[in-house]
């Protein structure tokens, strides 16, 4: 199984400042053949599903805003909050689904310094 | 507008058994593969299974494997969970979501506790 760990934890950032959050698996997701990474990103607000932000590692979901972008191949990606909002307060999970079974990372807290 | 909503879940002992159920609306849902999702209390996510477009693929997460069967049924566009031999550890938050490789909508999920 591949296994997805993400850095940090947790962290907290000031409103208007960049969050910047990682993810690593254990082998490569990068698929040669077309030169695509089955990695995509999903926020998780209390209470809720989550929601799709990023896939093919740095495509982004309709409607989700430009202050979110992913970017990384291979085994090293990172999803980027540019400027913090108070509504983006929530866990981000990291996902491959390059093998099965699927596999997400252990979450990341984002919260307001 | 795309919409799942799941239900069956409920207390159980263990070595019981539950059927989930996830019913879809919104989209054409015998042309995509469906999943289950699940996330124990204060915990990450869990992939589960996933279900091809005819039911001919179907597959599972080893910790669910010979416990759990995966079905759905086309004309009333619903997925299934059949979960045999329940263990505490089995306790979770179980989503069905769209999608094969990333997943673009989520339902609410269902609340399975397993438990004496």
């Known amino acids: 199984d591949i296994v997805m760990t993400q850095s940090p934890d947790a962290l907290a950032v000031s409103l208007g400042e960049k969050a910047t959050i990682n993810c690593k698996s254990s082998?490569?997701?990068?698929?040669?053949?077309?030169?695509?990474?089955?990695l995509a990103w999903y926020q998780q607000k209390p209470g809720q599903p989550p929601k799709l932000l990023i896939y093919?590692?740095?495509t982004r979901e309709s409607g989700v805003p430009d202050r979110f972008s992913g970017s990384g191949s291979g085994t090293d990606f990172t999803l980027t909050i540019s400027s913090l909002q108070a509504e983006d307060v929530a866990v981000y999970y990291c996902?491959?689904?390059?093998?099965?079974?699927?596999?997400f990372g252990q979450g990341t807290k984002v919260e307001i310094k | 507008e795309v919409q799942l909503v799941e239900s069956g879940g409920g207390l159980v002992q263990p070595g019981g058994s539950l059927r989930l159920s996830c019913a879809a609306s919104?989209?054409?849902?015998?042309?995509?593969?469906m999943t289950w999702v699940r996330q124990a209390p204060g915990k990450g996510l869990e992939w589960v299974a996933k279900?091809?477009?005819?039911?001919?693929?179907?597959y599972y997460v080893d910790s669910v494997k010979g416990r759990f069967t995966i079905s759905r049924d086309n004309a009333k566009n619903s997925v299934f969970l059949q979960m045999n031999s329940l263990r505490a550890e089995d306790t979770a938050l179980y989503y069905c979501?769209?999608?094969?490789?990333?997943?673009?909508?989520w339902g609410q999920g269902t609340l399975v506790t397993v438990s004496s």
């Open positions: 979501a769209r999608g094969v490789y990333y997943y673009d909508h």
């Open positions: 919104g989209f054409p849902f015998s042309s995509y593969w």
């Open positions: 279900v091809n477009e005819d039911e001919s693929e179907k």
């Open positions: 082998q490569s997701v990068l698929d040669t053949s077309n030169n695509k990474n089955y």
């Open positions: 093919w590692a740095s």
């Open positions: 996902h491959q689904y390059y093998n099965t079974p699927r596999t």
